[in-house]
């Protein structure tokens, strides 16, 4: 299983150029307005129903769980953006959160979910951008509770876990 790093990071900093939106707390809606797809908020039936993305019969069409917390739901779209550009074979997907998590739940073994998330995480919190805020910072990634974590997740609009992973992942700070 090999994930597709190098080209995930060049089509999200592409569709940020595009859409002159390199910034922090992107316009992720805005953003997939712009491609051409309909955003909706679908009151889910479960609690557990995260997002879908359905292009069938010329539909554009990404829907997000509007009972989510906001930061959530950008994640969402921005997963499901990500699922349009790099998985375009399937014309539907239909992503559910996880209601009981346990430790399986977080490895990410799905090829296409890990892309998924790399390409939300990408578009969401930019590593340029990234590198400029933390430089000279330290931060205690083992505490969620840090205020520097919750600076930079709320200036980016993402949770704390999912400014944590992408920290870790970059090897910032």
Do not use: C
């Not at 859409?19 to 992107?26: K, L, Y």
């Amino acid at each position: 299983m090999r994930v597709r790093r190098a080209e995930i990071r060049k089509i999200a900093s592409r569709l940020l150029a595009k859409h002159d939106a390199i910034q922090a707390d992107v316009d992720v809606r805005r953003i997939a307005e712009a491609e051409g797809f309909e955003v909706v908020a679908v009151p889910p039936n479960d609690e557990t129903v995260s997002g879908f993305l359905d292009m069938r019969d010329n539909a554009r069409i990404i829907g997000y769980n509007e009972d989510h917390p906001l930061n959530r739901q950008r994640f969402t779209i921005a997963h499901e953006l990500g699922h349009s550009f790099l998985h375009a074979s399937r014309s539907v997907y239909f992503d559910e959160r996880l209601k009981y998590r346990n430790s399986m739940s977080s490895e990410g073994t799905d090829l296409e979910e890990i892309e998924a998330n790399l390409f939300a995480a990408e578009l969401l919190m930019p590593k340029s951008l990234l590198e400029e805020d933390v430089e000279g910072q330290w931060l205690d990634m083992n505490d969620e509770n840090d205020p520097e974590l919750e600076r930079l997740a709320n200036r980016y609009g993402v949770s704390k876990q999912a400014m944590m992973y992408r920290l870790a992942y970059l090897g910032l700070p």
